[in-house]
């Protein structure tokens, strides 16, 4: 039945594709909608009727003599746990798109590539094997790209596309290496590689999967396509930019836990840069203008913690928070696409202001609320009981306080970027006039977000009694509620207070211009520093090698060997005078030198 | 069907096409395009069943073997026969030959002349594959190249536009002589063979026949030589660098169909030639040529790669990406030097990328040609935002180039995947370069089809329309077979997997 989540979105997808657009508005975005939610409802069935055996082959993929690839799924509470996730919400992002795509002409390649997305996502998670993941991984870097690109008129967004398609793809032969490695050691399938993971070579197989998973979950170094990609319409950087896609690297680290455990000394090198991922974001995230880039950068930030929870082998924990963050998360896009969509297509945050005095966004302003709170970490929202989580491992299990240290003062900059965003979106003077009120299915969306993001964290993570921990079958963290809420409170209220006090009392006009605040705009430069890097010698071998040397190899040396050839044939033509004493003379010399040869040669 | 010449059916048929052509009178237009389709398509009607069969029962050894004396004193048969190597290439020509001729409908002046030329060229390109007689592989090789001239010097055209200009006259020109440069070392080696090959034979006999010639132990001094005349010879026409040039200039002046025919087919002559007169007859000479021929392979594949990087023509554009993806297939052949495991692997994903590469060229040469025959331009800065207008032609190209960067789930990633899946345990710093290839190649085709096909739209290009209905077939078959044999890899491997890992155990 679990095939039925990857079988009805990929026929739908393609379905609509082709022939969505004759098929008319309301029958593709129903299809698109219902084929989703079949998923989840086949879901759900799996959760509730798990098969005995976690190996499910369908058919023989590939097949070369000893070593063969099956298609199959691996269906164990981890991939239950994700599919639930990413069918489910993503069946609210679909209802939400039917509201907001509403005046879309292209509906169909729109819901058609979404409807892909969700495929090749499940594809992703369900994988029994590396081969299949990759096909997954490749598959929704894809679709990302096609929806990133969507609104096509607008080069912005085609350069992004380029661009997340691009690193994704590095990332994709950072997994395609390892499933090289992998398959010289006799099989790509988790059964054999995780059950009985092989010490041989697993230094490389790790760092391969590293690239994969900070190219795909927009880690440090390989982030700078996340706050470009989005261009691409606001449901889409819920779903893949927030809610799913990008937390594929987290599922990925901890889906091969038992090949992580064998380098050990890489747990750290995770941690740091998954604190360096985190801060570094944050960072970014306070200095910015574009509400949907706040919320981007902050998803990185988020995913660096989970990052670090999987570097201090905290693997329940990173999945516990990639769950709330997708709740959360979703919900922040969500109100924050209804809130621009409501400002016909503002997302500069200086020029909204005011919004919490209009009963139209009402919705949307107590969904942001409750996701900005939950981001922040405060009880009893979904995301303190995950953060808190995360935040005890580390001080627990890492190497030094440093990490702990960090991952607090980010806990801190997270309250405070998501306080200066609310207030400077819902606060201060601004007038608006006519407002965009959301549909009743983006609502309904958000609503059930919302409900999620307010009790799954009192349900699946109590202190004492971690539900989803015990259904991953992890190794419990004994959490303390008493110190827990310290240490929320300790970092949330400052960080909340200093945002009130910086752009409450007085609100500013614009965008702070010092140097330092403009380089954290920037996401501190690091994209110029790859198109350096990276970018600009590529661009100068292209011209060197496609301009100068190839003009030299196709041309000039060819013609060069060709002119030769047709002036030697004019020259020794000349001889062909057909002057009787010139070839008499000829005859002549030959004669002499033949004989003087031949005489020398009997002498010798 | 066992007892009917079904080969010679398949291969002769264009022929019978063209020589039907010719005998029609000029005017007869819907005629000659109607004849010229329907001829075109036999060899894939026949290739199919014949693959079917392959596909139910792998087996090494030839099948629908004919075998005729045709000349005795040379001892010179015509003799066709098809194994587990040659099946994908025949299903593969037969389907862009199909495809081209649905393509070729787009030709609009001395439509006669032009079938039967193409037609005669497509005969050729099946009997290479088909025949298993030396002598005929290089009659059949003469009789596809030598229409190639005139087809490329007649319904060819100029580029012009920035960048140095291509007359068409030159290419046919260029494109001739390297063809028959090719040709000649492989005509060459053949002879080399020839003689060779009766000194060692028990019972002295000359033979052209290919699986007499395995048969005879030749020295190993003599495999080498003979190889490096095969391995270049064949190279030039798989577009091996240095010897790739006449590669950009062919394509950019060739018209569509012919295009579709040298990259798709043309190409893949060289490597199978490799394989079949290279590997086969001279296993021993492996060893010693091919860890060279790996650093040429990776050299093709980032430098084809860089070419392709920085044009604005989009045929000569997919011609350099051509260089680029035939480096893979030679990288796949390095790996016979491997054991077994990983030869096997290099050598399938060699055929696979050469069936994948064949497939997936001609799909985005049709389209170029397609979209170059509306809007009169070749230049991607100025299509820009046709996906607006050309919707069905934009999907098409996506998938074309998906599949040829290597998305899982398209033929072009399982044939990479096995050709560095062979080649990485024997050298893995060379295929770890190859691999970086790949994001070179991701970098150009997502960079033409943003130029091309998304972005705003080029006001001259308001008026454009999308592809006819029956404009959309031959895509719509390139496109399901790519998916097909991407999303299925088994389709192919299980057909060439017997006749293949015999080969390695000889090498």
Redesign the interface.
Known sequence: MFWAALFLPLLGGLFI?SYG?RLGRKLSVSLACGTVGAAFVSALLTFFFPPSEPDQVLF????????RVDFGAWIDPLSITMLLTVTGVAYLIHLYSAGYMAEEPEFA?FFGYLNLFVAAMVMLVLANNF?LL??G???VG?AS??LI?FY??K?SA??A??KA??IN??G??GL??A???L??QGSVAFRDVLQAPSDELAIVVVVGLLVAAYAKSAQFPLHTWLPDAMEGPTPVSALIHAATMVTAGVYLLARCEPLLRLVAEMGSLIAALGLLSAALAASCALAQTDLKRVLAYSTMSQLGYMFMACGVGAYGAAIFHLVTHAFFKALLFLCAGSIIHALHGEQDMFKMGGLARRSELAGPRWGFLIGGLALAGLPPLAGYFSKEEILTAIEQNAMTDSLFLGALLTAALTAFYVGRAYILVFWGPAEHGELHRPTALMSLACWVLALLTAGAGLVLGFPGSPALGAYLRTAPIPTHLGTGLLISLGTAIPGMLLAYFMFARTRPQGPSSAAVFRLAEKGWALDEVQRLAIIAP??M???L???RL??V???RL?EQV?QTAVRSGQELGLSQSGLLRTYALVLLTALLGVMTYLLWQVRA | MSDWPVLSLMVWAPLLGAILILASPASWVKGIQRLGVLFASLPLLLALPMYASFWQAPATGYRWVEDVLWFAPLSIHYKLGVDGLSMPMLLLSGIVCCTAAFISLQIDFRRREYFALTLTAMTGVLGVFATTDLFFMILFYELASIPMFFLVGIWGSDKSGDGKPIHRRQAAMKLLVYLQLGGGLVLIGILGLYFLSSQFSPNQAFSFDLEVLRQIPLPVEAQKILFLIFFIGFGIEAGLVPFHTWLPEGHSSAPTALSMLLAGVLLKMGGYGIVRLGFDLCPEAVAEWMPFFAAIAVVNVLYGGLCALRQTDIKVMIAYSSVSHMGMVFLGLAAMTGESRSALFGLTGAVFQMFSHGIITALLFALAGTVYHITHSRNLRQWGGLAARMPFLATLFAVGAMGSLGLPGMTGFAAELMVFLGSWPARPGLTALAICGLVITTTYLIRSLGYGFFGPLNPRLVGVRDALWWERLPFLLLALTTLAFGFYPVLLTAVTSPTLQELVNRV
């Open positions: 594709l657009q023989r993929w590939l097949d070369l003599g000893a070593a390649r081969a990759l096909l991984w490749a598959g894809f790209c096609m690109g096509a008129h080069q085609l350069i596309a380029r398609f691009v793809t590095f994709d032969l395609m290496l499933v090289f490695v398959a010289n590529m661009q071998m292209g011209r090698l496609g301009g190839e003009d190899a196709s041309h060819p060709g």
